[in-house]
């Protein structure tokens, strides 16, 4: 695809990946870190289970480390997740509360949480994945959304007011998948984000996951969950919300390539092809900031082993942690 110009912005895109602590042990891993991304986001290690494993009982000591990793090497931070239906601890998943009690263990959770990295953090995802896959509306399935009961955008308000109370500098974000391209659930979030901003929650930042194929096959075909936009769907997707007033960020970017036919060289082709529709459309809309993988190398991404997924490979080469031509296309633009 051919690039649009580079929008003037006040910032440049930030190339983040997805890391883990545990692998930061790795010399290798971590170099590759600190030498070709700008910013990381925690896998797991800020997930609600990870950070109030009991009721009032904080736990930081991941999650420090990583953001201290980050400073020494001159790296932004995003936030990931305050509220999302998975990666909590039981007594919230199995929680029985009254909507007094919800709306508390939303503050308590909200504020301690942001506030204990104020400044830290430039990005928060305050609440992940809360559109229905149909895009009739809202999933039923979030603890915390649900258990308050209500009216949803009751619950969703309280979450960005306390995050925003605890740090009013954080860039407070929604974020979502398989919302990268026209689609109902695409139209579910923009009506979503519209209406926030009506009743004038403090919500900064939309985020796009960017868990996407590389064919082309259409809807469903590879994988329910994501497929191919073109540079102009995907520009003018976040365009559209940028036009409501907020920044917009692609946060979980990777790319299965798995069912392309063809040879390792045209897959990876194709995944740079694919890499520079996501660095395009960001380059392009002067509000999106951000452009982070969900990971670093292949072998460890979540999607498992196999797939070509990321932006640097220990698979397709004996070497490990090389840049696939993917990489390079990204630097091409950002
Ligand atoms: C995934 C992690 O990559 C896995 O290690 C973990 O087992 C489950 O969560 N959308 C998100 C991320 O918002 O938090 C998920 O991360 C991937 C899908």
Redesign the pocket.
């Known amino acids: 695809p051919t690039t649009p110009p580079a929008a003037v912005r006040d910032e440049p895109v930030d190339l983040g990946a997805?890391v883990s602590l545990a692998r930061l042990q790795d010399p290798v891993y971590r170099e590759t870190v600190v030498r070709y991304f700008d910013s990381i986001t925690a896998?797991?290690e800020m997930k609600a289970r990870a950070l109030q494993p009991q009721r009032g009982v904080f736990s930081f000591s991941s999650a420090d480390q990583l953001v201290a990793f980050a400073r020494e090497n001159g790296k932004e931070v995003r936030g990931?997740?305050l509220f999302?239906h998975?990666?909590n601890p039981s007594w919230i998943s199995n929680g029985s509360f009254s909507q007094a009690e919800w709306a508390q263990l939303i503050r308590d959770h909200a504020s301690n949480v942001v506030g204990h990295f104020a400044g830290d953090i430039t990005s928060w995802d305050v609440l992940?994945?809360i559109v229905a896959e149909d895009g009739s509306g809202l999933r039923t399935d979030n603890p915390w959304v649900n258990g308050f009961g209500g009216d949803p955008l009751d619950a969703i308000a309280l979450m960005f007011q306390a995050a925003h109370e605890a740090d009013p500098a954080a860039r407070l974000c929604i974020?979502d998948?398989s919302v990268e391209f026209n689609r109902p659930k695409t139209e579910a979030y923009y009506r979503l984000v519209r209406d926030l901003l009506a009743r004038g929650v403090p919500i900064d930042c939309v985020g796009f996951?960017s868990?996407l194929i590389t064919e082309s096959e259409g809807p469903g075909v590879s994988d329910p969950g994501g497929w191919s936009p073109t540079l102009g769907e995907l520009t003018g997707v976040l365009q559209r919300f940028a036009d409501l007033g907020v920044t917009v960020q692609l946060t979980?970017a990777d790319l299965k390539t798995s069912p392309t036919p063809g040879t390792t060289e045209q897959k990876l082709a194709a995944h740079a092809d694919m890499a520079r529709v996501l660095a395009g459309a960001c380059q392009a809309v002067q509000a999106c900031t951000e452009l982070t993988w969900?990971g670093v190398n292949d072998s460890q991404s979540?999607l498992g082993s196999g797939e070509m997924t990321l932006l640097f490979s220990d698979t397709v080469t004996d070497d490990a942690f090389t840049p696939k031509p993917a990489y390079w296309a990204t630097r091409d633009i950002l």
């Open positions: 997805a896998e797991n990931h997740t999302w998975g990666a992940n994945e974020n998948f996951q868990h979980e969900w979540w």
